[in-house]
């Protein structure tokens, strides 16, 4: 991603979709050329074990292209990609050449495919291709590894934030960063998925939110996610995850009755006060925290059994919430209407989180760990959950954050101030 300031122009944004017409009709007829093309190159994979480089550009030009149409369309950008590769274009990828794979891995590819379609599906990065190893993302603070492109990317997560980010633009004439990084993100994996399907790369997508890192931003929130829980899943555990969390799906229902009898009349005492009593914040502090140690040992994004308290550091996957803050009355006063658009995304994200835990379910009785890429991915989901219902029940005037990243990405130092380690004979790269 080069410079984008993030600035949206209201005209334009208005009749995006109209604007795109143009090119939805010239992206499809690509595809169908592609979609051919890609037939051919699982024959190549076949016979020689790599796709020839005349067919592998022709795939990359349309991944390229098909890159910078989903993100006009998606507010991830501003300019008009027109109907050619754009060399200025705010989003842009760069394909490596390609390399040799395993006729077998081959011959499996659209089987093997299946669960990252489901997951960029559920993400809405659409149909797409790319790889994270060997494509580079062009951004304003470097040239990062990763691969972003997507065509027909509107469902999921990536559909949610780019309809609210459009009332956001056609408001303020500018995207909101958590957004357009979540959009980013799925177009990513997407991106990914794509490019193992038509056999551009031999590797697998990862989910991990690390591949945002080098150009989203995580800025400070009162509410933050934080994990100390390692990757192993005991197979026994996993196998009987649904049973052993019956106790606490009865308790987590008892506690909301509470929680939501009481809500109206918290939410008086707080538009009198300008803010949550201390007792009443750590009544629902304690909620959100335990409905999200709840559902990450359900989802397998945590391992232990959890505790029916919902203290802070008592689980592996974790929120901090920050003690209460005065609010502003009038956002007090509408926050179940201000809250609507942040559960809408949640939701979504929450379906993404839902499809992590049905394939973390076989992969860790098979392999007994969780996938790291699908753990950080969770724990993602769930933060912006935490803070949605955070906000909902004023413990917080912050508004969730979108951007899919559970750290700030850290710049590499400069040159002379990177030191390499002696090397020993037999040592190698």
């Known amino acids: 991603m080069r ?128 790889s994270p190893s060997e494509s580079s993302w062009s951004a304003s603070s470097g040239n990062e590894h990763a691969v972003w492109w997507s065509f027909s990317s509107f469902g999921g997560a990536a559909a949610a934030a780019a309809v609210l980010a459009w009332f956001f633009a056609v408001a303020l004439g500018r995207a909101p960063r958590g957004l357009r990084d979540l959009v980013a993100f799925a177009l990513g994996y997407g991106a ?34 934080v994990v100390t829980d390692d990757l192993a899943r005991p197979r026994l555990t996993v196998f009987f995850r649904l049973f052993l969390a019956i106790p606490h799906f009865v308790w987590i229902f008892l506690w909301s009755i509470v929680v939501f009898t009481i809500a109206f009349f918290v939410w008086l005492i707080a538009l009198v006060l300008g803010r949550l009593p201390a007792p009443l914040h750590r009544f629902y502090a304690a909620y959100v925290r335990y409905a999200l140690h709840l559902v990450a040992f359900v989802y ?25 803050v005065r609010q502003k009355r009038l956002t007090i006063l509408f926050r179940f209407f201000l809250a609507i658009p942040a559960f809408i995304v949640a939701s979504a994200l929450g379906g993404v989180a839902f499809l992590i835990a049905l394939f973390a379910w076989w992969y860790a009785l098979i392999t007994a760990r969780m996938p ?50 002696q090397l020993l004979p037999g040592d190698t790269f």
């Open 3 to 130: 410079d984008d300031d993030l600035s949206r122009t209201r005209l334009t944004v208005i009749f995006r979709l109209f604007l795109a017409i143009p090119l939805f009709i010239w992206v499809a007829l690509r595809g169908i050329a592609a979609f051919v093309v890609g037939f051919v190159n699982w024959l190549a994979v076949l016979i020689q074990a790599e796709v020839p480089d005349s067919l592998h550009d022709f795939v990359a030009n349309y991944i390229r292209y098909s890159t910078q149409v989903s993100a006009y369309i998606l507010l991830a950008a501003n300019p008009y990609p027109w109907f050619r590769c754009q060399e200025d274009y705010p989003v842009d990828i760069e394909i490596a050449r390609p390399v040799k794979q395993g006729r077998w891995g081959g011959f499996f590819r659209l089987v093997l495919a299946v669960p990252a379609l489901l997951l960029t599906a559920a993400l809405g990065g659409g149909f797409t291709g790319g």
């Open 192 to 225: 990914q998925a794509g490019g193992y399907l038509f056999l551009l790369t031999p590797r697998y997508p990862t989910s991990d939110p690390a591949l945002a890192e080098p150009y989203a931003q995580l800025p400070e929130h009162p509410v933050r996610a």
């Open 300 to 324: 397998l994004i945590g391992r232990r059994f959890p505790g029916f308290t919902g203290r802070e550091g008592s689980y592996g996957v974790d929120v901090v919430i920050d003690p209460p």
């Open 372 to 421: 790291e890429g699908m753990r950080n991915l969770g724990v993602a989901c769930l933060r912006y959950s935490a803070q949605t219902y955070a906000y909902a029940f004023l413990l917080t005037s912050r508004y969730p954050y979108g951007a899919p990243v559970l750290r700030e990405h850290e710049p590499e130092p400069p040159e002379e101030l990177v030191h390499f380690p």
